[in-house]
């Protein structure tokens, strides 16, 4: 009898050590232990300059405290209003100063508008993988949460690393499979912006199936567009139609040419590489081409050069199972008074079902918040994109896809500070102003 009590308790005490040993961590645990500690918390110590600088501590004990619902030391991110991270979900994400230090593809925006930030971290490099990152950012857009599980452990897997590119400007690798536009170098001239349409007969004799988008720009792109002409009637090929001639004035030949365009894909990020989901494609008929938009911005004393290089990956249609469709949501009725802070609101409801994928935003320099809000259903109201900057409005992906149904929608408020001593409208060029939904659905 002793014997079977004795072996009782040891096997109680072996399935306890093990389901010990066993238990799932936290997302925010794998975060401290597979993520800070290996790239951040040696210089990140009590007591070590970096540490007393940043005022920023992440070793195990008090990192959670150091990073979450606290303000950074750092004084223009702490007038820019950010936080290290917060836990508003997707709002923080974008008014992270964490994420701002370790987002390295997005460098770019870092070093131009916000210089005054320091440099991005880990210092020096390497940068996190893309696991990393994506593991951190699923855990700032569920809320921050320092116990639970919100994020899948397999993010961890993908090992790959942004480097920042070095050397001068350089065209992409031609796709294994698709075709290549590449346009320039062209000429931006002394203080001006260029802004014109250059249309491309993709001369394929077949339709074709889209299922990736590659592009790369030299510096100084406002934004790379590329619409088409689903009711014919296309423009002159290879050549360009500036919207406005050497002296600042529209060229009304340009704006008549845009009127019947649909929107098919677009950036503001000069490189950019975006998958649509599995199975999930872009149709262009045969004969087909594309009108390609570029908006450069040169406020220098000297004239610049402009380039454009872009990728269509296509796949068999058997891989096909969805055909993506494309969001392009504009208000072109408003005006914002001079010397004001204006939220404009404007909502759109679908007479069908969207299974939407993608999401982004576009407006001009006194735009200061973007946000999308879905419209009617189960989820009305709530938030699903936002944006703090307008030069490089992020392209949100949803997996799975926010599915709406007919009769709901999307909201857009957007809030802009116009400093300017006259009334702002919508307008094309970077003096006036826009606000604009881009998205994919299928």
């Avoid at 970077?430 to 606000?435: D, G, I, K, P, R």
Wanted: charged residues 20%; negative net charge; contains cysteine.
């Amino acid at each position: 009898m002793h014997k079977i009590f004795l072996l009782v308790i040891v096997s109680f005490l072996i399935v306890s050590c093990g389901s010990t040993e066993i238990a799932e961590r936290s997302s925010w645990e794998i975060i401290q232990e597979e993520i800070l500690e290996p790239n951040c918390v040696a210089c990140h110590t009590a007591g070590t300059s970096f540490a007393n600088q940043s005022n920023l501590v992440l070793t195990k004990d008090v990192a959670y405290g150091q990073l979450v619902d606290r303000e950074p030391n750092n004084a223009a991110a702490k007038a820019d209003g950010l936080e290290l991270v917060g836990t508003k979900g997707l709002e923080s994400l974008y008014n992270s100063f964490l994420w701002e230090k370790i987002n390295y593809p997005d460098y770019e925006h870092y070093y131009a508008d916000h210089a005054e930030y320091g440099e991005l971290m880990p210092l020096g490099g390497p940068a996190l993988t893309y696991g990393e990152l994506e593991y951190i950012r699923t855990w700032i857009l569920s809320g921050a949460p320092e116990d639970g599980v919100v994020a899948e452990s397999n993010l961890l897997e993908d090992e790959d690393r942004f480097e920042i590119p070095t050397g001068d400007y350089q065209p992409l690798a031609p796709p294994a499979s698709g075709m290549q536009l590449n346009l320039g170098p062209f000429d931006i001239a002394a203080d001006f912006e260029r802004e014109f349409w250059y249309y491309r007969p993709l001369e394929n004799p077949e339709e074709i199936y889209v299922t990736r988008f590659e592009s790369t720009m030299r510096e100084g792109s406002h934004h790379l567009i590329l619409y088409d002409y689903p009711q014919g009637d296309t423009p002159d090929p290879e050549t360009f139609r500036d919207i406005r001639n050497e002296n600042g004035f529209l060229v009304y030949s340009t704006a008549q040419s845009i009127a019947n365009q649909r929107f098919v894909w677009g950036t503001q990020t000069r490189n950019t590489d975006y998958t649509f989901p599995d199975g999930v494609a872009l149709k262009l008929p045969a004969n087909h081409g594309l009108d390609i938009n570029s908006h450069y911005v040169n406020y220098s004393p000297d004239m610049k050069q402009g380039e454009v290089s872009v990728n269509l990956h296509t796949v068999d249609p058997s891989e096909v199972q969805h055909i993506a469709k494309n969001i392009f949501l504009s208000n072109t009725t408003f005006s914002l008074p001079a010397g004001k802070v204006t939220t404009l609101e404007r909502s759109w409801t679908f007479n069908e079902t969207r299974n939407i994928f993608l999401l982004s935003s576009h407006a001009h320099q006194y735009n200061t918040e973007f946000r999308i809000y879905i419209v009617g259903g189960p989820r009305d109201g709530e938030l699903v994109y936002f944006s703090k900057d307008w030069e490089h409005p992020p392209l949100l992906e949803y997996d799975p896809p926010i599915v709406l149904n007919a009769g709901e929608g999307l909201r857009a408020e957007a809030t802009y500070n116009n400093t300017t001593d006259r009334a702002l409208e919508f307008g094309l060029l970077s003096v006036n102003e826009m606000m604009i939904i881009f998205g994919a659905y299928w």
